[in-house]
């Protein structure tokens, strides 16, 4: 019984990924300063949002889901890279672990999932729905949700 490879799918891939981006436009200042620190807080969590470098057409962000009384596996903190030109959020990072490639090789030295770009794109997307959805926004409020 053979394995079947993964197959990243491009378009999924972007759509993600500018989904994120649109979100995150709701979420945090219109003006980049590095060091500006936002939290957001849910019913059984805290978002937490910090620029760490703003350049003209991309945003370095770092993104921390904290539970109270967790570990630091449970609150994993992302690195987010906005690039304002495309219009795109991707996850590149998580714990000090870089995310090149879209297709890991499985087993590898860290770990990660064959899909494990995927996986980390969408896990961000969920976490800025939540915010979204608990009323958290930076832009008019009675349109958080038209995404």
Not at 5 to 11: D, E, F, P, T
Not at 24 to 51: M, N, W
Not at 56 to 70: C, D, Q, R
Not at 101 to 126: C, F, I, S, T, V
Request: a negative charge; glycine letters at 4%; one cysteine or more.
């Amino acid at each position: 019984m053979s394995i079947q490879r993964y197959q990243v799918n491009l378009s999924e891939h972007l759509a993600d990924c500018e989904l994120n981006y649109l979100r995150l436009q709701k979420l945090l200042p219109e003006t980049c300063v590095a060091s500006t620190q936002l939290s957001y807080g849910l019913v059984d969590a805290t978002v937490h949002f910090r620029i760490t470098e703003c350049a003209p057409y991309t945003t370095s962000i770092e993104v921390e889901l904290a539970k109270p009384g967790n570990s630091e596996w449970a609150s994993p903190q992302m690195s987010v890279q906005v690039y304002h030109d495309a219009g795109l959020a991707e996850v590149v990072a998580v714990q000090g672990i870089r995310v090149k490639q879209a297709r890991q090789p499985y087993p590898n030295p860290a770990m990660l999932q064959r899909d494990e770009k995927r996986q980390l794109n969408r896990y961000l997307g969920e976490i800025l729905c939540h915010c979204l959805a608990q009323g958290h926004s930076l832009t008019d409020p009675l349109k958080i949700l038209e995404i």
